[in-house]
């Protein structure tokens, strides 16, 4: 009983005296939302691994950015947005200068808090499109492009399949989307788009929890038998959804996603997904100096959690793009501040400055991975084209030139949205920040 | 020893009838309240406030508002979630259609929205039992998630399909809304959910409750001693239904800060489902015990590892979280059927005697 007692006292003891973790290091605290667990974790994952891997090669080549070493953390989201708010909380005392959240249902309940909090949001090609607009929203970035982008260049390369988009007049086209926040963006400028162009849409909403169960939608569009079928889907929901589309035998070259679909979601479909087009702004592949360097300083070292022949895949070089992001911000605030270890503050003007040229890719080991980059005090998107690429049954294959989104069509109902989300807030801050005009 | 009630007269019936007869127990209440109230909103970090208690304090109401109908009338639910999706969304179109009015006012009456739905779903609860009613509450949980997610007119058209909460003051301090306090939320919080039990503990040990605890016992036996099953059982669906209401209008309200519909679906239904089973059926203490032991252990074993120097990945804490989790609700309900809080009791009891237990 007593040496039970001296024992249970000892290990409180040990507890108690148990040094606290990494809190106490010195460097530039960037936390990263993944989720490697639950029905997103199949596209989760190899975000999370380009992200972190990215991060971690710039500290074990270069000690960090600017001679600051990043404390690079993940914090498991599992794509829910109860848990992305618990982990947001979690890190916002340790004074992070961005965070990423990498869902669209995480993204909504941080914009108002990034401004009270004073740490900028970066939400890389999703959350909410009209958050682009940087007087209204001056914490929340989502370069390079937006939602409403994604679809505006979509049906540009239907209508350039027809012959020009007047062409349109008539068709059907079929939308299926993961019924959340994320699916739902688009749908404004989809109706809009519609009616200007006279085709007819037909929706298929796909419920987050019967993302695996698509049977009844594709009986749907087996009856409807749409001209094309356009895809905003993401985790489980895509190989679903290209299985379902191959098995009624839908002519493939004529179902386009926006950027989501992996490899793996593809290629679980067998040789019938042949000719599945999705959209994309970044090169595949691992033949760029500074991939090379991921594989040498971090995969050979036992230091990532990716196989190696995962780099370079499509989903894994977006999460280096995620990256590049993060870590261009973090040094063009070092730039416009002077200053070593930068704030959330600093890294916000670091954001708007972001001058991504193809000469600094170049100089990043990125040469002609991207297309150059440039953010405003104003334009925190960019609206970068991206361009369409078709899977070949065994990697992605670039088909077209970069598209331009229609400008003309989405930047009135970014405006009109970003107008309507600040009225419907009442008291929605001002942007009282300063912009710099050194960029 | 630390529970002796030598010296304790009850000098009439109603101190006799205390919910809290012993003196020791009033100091301990006292006492919990006092460091609830004072001690941690003015020691306790924002994560303390924010990610632990907040949080605790409503799924605690929540799992009140269920054990109200599971523990004390017998009529089982899976319709949890989809009540508190009303409250939600009520207290939103109310506090957006009428923005003047204080949003505690907004919170307590969108409860009553959820006990009119609630008691338009309890109304087959007359003529199906057990089980099947259960199935029936599925219906309602899938019903009402369903028109969260299709109805955009539920979320003022928003585009994103999600409420986001606009800022509210209660004499000039904002508390909802980004610029809220964590301390000023937890406040707010801690009032309401204070409230609600002394009404609901009220309920509870009064003739209503015995009602309800009759119906749960054998309702035949019920009905021939002169107690109306369907508004009992009707009257059981609303008032569970108010308290999940309201545990949903504070949950986005005060927590969250905006919401997706999908926070209000079936796993949500089965967590405070769990919550209530393990606390104990038919005990208002069980429901925080049980609220306090599934929502706070996954957050204190994430803490816990990296505390004593295991550096694992936050993906795998995720799994391990699952398996403890799931071995330890096992375990209890192996070790002790009826919950925590009869495990409470017992301990009381044993307390009562040490150290000479004969």
Known sequence: MLKRALALGLAAATLAAAPLPAAAQDGIYVPLFTYRTGPFSGSGIFIANGMRDYLTMLNERDGGIGGVK???EECETGYDTKKGVECYEAVKDKKPV???????????PLIPKAAVDKIPVLSMAYGLSASADGNRFPWIFNPPNTYWDGLAMII??????????????????????????????????????????????KMYPVAGTEMQNQSSQWLGVRRDRPDYMVMYGWGAMNPTAIKE???????????????????DDARGAGPGAKGFKTLNWHAVGANFPAIQDIQKHVVDKGKSQSPKEQLGEVLYNRGVYNSILIAEGIATAQKVTGKKMVTGEDVRRGLESLDLTAARLKELGFEGFADPLKLTCSDHNGHKAAFIQEWDGTKWAKVTQPIEPMAAKVQPIQEAAAKDYVEKNTGWPKRTEACDKSS | MFYREAGQFKTSYAA???VFPLREDRIGIAAILLIAALVIPLFGSGFLLNVVMIPFLIFALAAIGLNILVGYTGLLSLGTAGFMGVGAYACYKLTSAFPGVNIIVWILASGF????????????SLRIKGFYLAVATLAAQFFLSWCFIRLPWLVNYNVSGAIEVPTRTLFGVPVTGPNAEPATRYLVVLGIVVFLTWIASNLVHGRIGRMWMAVRDMDIAA????????PTKLLAFAVSSYFCGVAGALLVFLWYGSAEADVFGIDQSFLVLFMVIIGGLGSLLGSFLGAGLIYLLPIGLRAFLPAIGIDVQPSTVEHMQFLIVGSLIIAFLIAEPHGLARLWQTAKQKLRVWPFPY
């Open chain 2, 223 to 230: 009905e021939l001693i002169g107690i109306r099953l369907l």
């Open chain 2, 16 to 18: 006799d009838m205390a």
């Open chain 1, 70 to 72: 990043l404390l690079v």
């Open chain 1, 98 to 108: 961005m965070v990423n959240p990498w869902s669209t249902g995480i993204t909504l």
């Open chain 1, 156 to 201: 540009k390369y239907i209508g350039d399949q027809e012959g020009g988009v007047e062409k349109l007049k008539g068709k059907k086209i079929g939308y299926i989307y993961l019924d959340a926040g994320f699916g739902k963006e688009p749908i404004p400028l989809f109706e809009q788009l519609a009616k200007d162009y006279g085709f007819e849409l």
């Open chain 1, 245 to 263: 589309a191959v098995k009624i035998n839908y002519p493939m070259n004529k179902f386009i996603s926006v950027w989501w679909p992996s490899e």
């Open chain 2, 113 to 124: 929205f959820s006990s009119a739905v609630g008691a338009l779903f309890g109304l087959p």
